[in-house]
Every structure is written in C-alpha cells, then in structure tokens.
C-alpha cells in the first residue's frame, strides 16, 4: 500500500444561518464550520480537496451565501460543494461564479480531476422539495464522464444517499431515482465509492457491488429512531468529518474512508518507551 494516499475531506449539511441566528432556535452552525475549517487545517497530512456534499445554508438566502464565505475564507485547502434540499441553485451559483459547473443553467454539477483521481459531484437537489432527484442531464453527463479515462478511479459525490437507512421520515426525502444512478454506476467499474449526505449521521452500506457512505455533519446528527418512537428529533452528538483516502496501487488501487472527529482530544501518545518496548 502506497505510503502516499489522496486524501478527500468530505464535509456535509453545515446549514449556515444569517449571523447570529441558531439552528432551530439551539444549535450555533456558524460555530461548527469555524471548529469544522480548524480541525481540517490542523489535519496532517493536509488533505488535497475538500468535497461539501449538499446544504451549505440553511433557508436559503443571498445572506446566509456570504456569510458561508466568510465562514469558509480560513480554509486553506481546496474545495467545491453541491447543493442539497436547503440551497438554492441560483444563489449557489452567484456566490461561487468561479466554480466549474458542467452545465450553464440546472444542475450544478461538477467534475475535479485530481492526480490518478476524478471527483464527480453531482446535484441531487428538487427545487423547494426535501427529496432528491438527479435530472436527465445529469445521469446523462455522469455516464459521459464515467465513461472517459476508464482507467482512473472515480468518487462519487450526492446530497441524497440512493438507500435507506432506517430512520423513517429521512427514507421518505432519500433519492427517489437511486434506480437509474446506479444503473448509470454499475456500467463504469471505475466508480469507486458514493458518498452522501443529508442525514446528518454516519452510515455505510453496498449497492451493487459498490460503498456507499453519508457523511456526519459537524453540528447535530439527526435522532437515530429505527423504531418509528419519536417525532423527527435531532441530538448534539460529537462532530465528525469523512476522509477517503485513495491508495494508488494494482487495478483501481484502494480507498479507505475514515471517520475524523472534530475538538481536541487527548494525545497522541507512544505505545512504546525508549527502550522499544511497550508501556
């Protein structure tokens, strides 16, 4: 294994309000970015992108876009978000006007090449509905893109997971047409992996032969109720990013996701003393 991965930061549902504004009426959002954009400059080695899966704001408005960006100005890592259920296209695409969209109108869609690796970010969002829905256009250039450059590996990045996890009013606004996406996925075997947001928790499962992760978010996690017990609930549970590392090797070599929680903690100390042995 390559002692040289890429590393791609995914963050998710950072759900900015206007400044001053908390999260239904508890959670600071604009805080967790700032401890979120800390922990991921800290991180070493510093990971080559950083991929924002859906919900940058939270209503939307133009402000709550400025405000993201000046939240985001710290960050010193390269990055690009797709838009989820809480943003708007339009103000999306006025407030990141250098971003490289596939498309001049619709979906926001975006392709990152990076050394040995493609990100392909795709735009799951329904204007003013809580589901997702991946156009025409954008199965169609996904299948495109997927289909050049066979031999690179390709990571795959929605708002909306194309499965569902349990937690009964989240598997009602998942991706309606996961069918055709993974239709799509399952003719190119360079997709590596399709990683998600929008559930505010991490999950993994496999479809199709395929990883399938939802990233945590850097705030609160939405209440894990696999019972149906509890109106929709949320909980202020530790914060955590993904990081998917891609180690080059034979074939499409091997990607490893990890979970990165956000805060200090204790450490790091050695297993083994001066003498080599262990403590």
Known sequence: MSSKP?????????????????????????KALERCVAALNAFEPAPD???????????????????????????????AGIPGNHDSRELMRAAFPAASFAHATGPLDQKIELPSLDLLLL????????????????????????????????????????FKGGIWHMDRQDLFNADELLAVVGRHPRARLIACGHVHRAMLTTIGGIAVTICPA?????DLDLGQLREPSFKVEPAAFHLHAWFPGEGFGQLVTHQIPIGRFDGPHPFFGPDGKLL
Do not use: C
């Open 218 to 222: 850097p705030n609160h996690a939405v």
């Open 123 to 162: 735009d799951s969002s329904v204007p003013g509905k809580p589901h997702g829905m991946l156009e025409t256009s954008t199965l169609q250039w996904l299948d495109a893109m997927l289909a050049t450059a066979a031999d690179r590996p390709a990571l795959i990045f929605l708002h909306h997971p194309p």
């Open 6 to 30: 890429v590393l791609i930061a995914q963050i998710s549902d950072l759900h900015i309000k206007p400044p001053g504004a908390l999260a239904y009426g508890r959670v600071d959002t604009a």
């Open 49 to 79: 992108f950083v991929v924002i899966s859906g919900d940058l704001v939270d209503t939307p408005t133009s402000e709550e876009y400025d405000y993201l960006k000046r939240l985001l100005a710290p960050l010193g890592l390269p990055f």
